[in-house]
């Protein structure tokens, strides 16, 4: 419940705010864990999507591109 206080989340949820903050803790405690996305993996996708729909024209930047050899 991003930007919300403990009291507020506790309320909207419908649960007391000791629950409230066991629940956030874990939440955090979990997330601690998770690695983050390698930005170039998440952006390859968007990046293929561009090319396939941008003429060639527009995608050159001068340089060659690391497939063309």
Request: charge should be positive; aromatic fraction near 0%; hydrophobic fraction near 40%.
């Amino acid at each position: 419940m991003d930007g919300l206080t403990v009291a507020e989340s506790a309320a909207v949820l419908g649960i007391s705010q000791l629950t409230a903050r066991v629940r956030l803790h874990r939440a955090r405690r979990a997330l601690r864990g998770t690695p983050k996305p390698d930005p170039a993996e998440t952006a390859l996708p968007a990046l293929s999507l561009v090319e396939a729909q941008c003429p060639p024209h527009v995608l050159s930047t001068g340089r060659r591109r690391p497939d063309s050899g």
